[in-house]
């Protein structure tokens, strides 16, 4: 496929998906897609009445349910209290750059969210998933380092950025660790990620009281190189859709893949460590307590 829009949605009709942070955003953008297209969608959001309030702005069949990437037992009870087939987990929820912060089991708030949540809810899904599993990064990954003597900045002085771009480079490296798992355990379930370029969402939104030099700079920038929300989700669809290989990485096709028609693209050096992959998963198990379910298929 060389091209990708929305017209290309394929019907979804008796497909379920769940989006997390689907109140907002590119989230948002790919459940409305999704609905409009037959499937039944599911926003996993921590606020209820946000969700409320952006399923009415759907079509179609949309349920809202709550959950808290940042405390592990709200994790456990969404999955516990879901018991349908799912045939897509788009594992879009975050939080970018924030003051330093802490999850309810004492993670490092954009570490403990974006990777160890969604890390946990993937493999107390996965049972009930039949399809496909897409979780979103970002470009940033590129400047990630996996510190492992220091995972949840408790020793280094916080620097929100590089704790960011940490937690990107984690989504990915979780991902080719998932797809390896699936590979071996026989499993016919797809792990695939995306980024969504520059888009124009409410990620920075507790920086909107700054109004320093930089900070207006980085809203001009923004303004003129940023995509729409619609246009920004298009990666995640075709992650979730497209015949792609598992561990396929989409991302927009233009100049520097800040925008444009969504296509696979690279990875850091660092994404593409097999072994950092595979340290990374056994300490995530570790600090959340949850394990790959499904049983390896050894060979004969």
Do not use: C
Not at 35 to 63: F, N, Q, S
Not at 92 to 107: H, S
């Amino acid at each position: 496929m060389t091209t990708f829009t929305l017209a290309q949605l394929p019907a979804m009709t008796g497909r379920t998906v769940v989006v997390t942070g689907a109140n907002s955003g590119v989230g948002r953008a790919a459940a409305r897609a999704l609905a409009a297209r037959g499937a039944r969608v599911v926003l996993a959001v921590r606020d209820p009445a946000k969700g409320e309030a952006a399923a009415a702005t759907m079509t179609g069949d949309v349920d809202v349910r709550r959950l808290d990437l940042a405390d592990l037992a709200s994790v456990r009870a969404f999955a516990e209290g879901y018991a349908e087939p799912i045939d897509v987990l788009i594992n879009n929820a975050g939080v970018m750059i924030p003051p330093l912060g802490r999850t309810a089991d004492g993670f490092e708030l954009q570490f403990g969210t974006n990777h160890l949540g969604h890390f946990a809810l993937t493999n107390l899904l996965l049972p009930r998933i039949r399809g496909r599993v897409v979780t979103v990064s970002s470009s940033g990954h590129r400047a990630g380092r996996i510190d492992f003597a220091d995972l949840n900045w408790e020793r280094r002085p916080y620097r929100a950025f590089p704790a960011y771009a940490q937690s990107k480079l984690a989504n990915l490296l979780f991902t080719a660790e998932l797809h390896r798992r699936l590979t071996e355990s026989g499993s016919p379930v797809r792990a695939t990620a995306a980024h969504p370029g520059l888009a124009a969402t409410n990620l920075l939104g507790h920086l909107d009281g700054d109004r320093s030099l930089l900070h207006r700079l980085q809203t001009a920038v923004t303004g003129r190189l940023a995509q729409s929300d619609e246009d920004g989700a298009l990666p995640t669809l075709y992650a979730a859709v497209a015949d792609v290989p598992g561990g396929s990485y989409a991302g927009p096709g233009g100049f520097l893949e800040a925008r444009g028609t969504p296509k696979l693209v690279g990875r850091s050096k660092a994404a593409r460590d097999g072994a950092a992959a595979r340290r990374l998963w056994t300490v995530s198990e570790e600090l959340t307590g949850v394990a790959f379910p499904l049983a390896v298929q050894r060979a004969r």
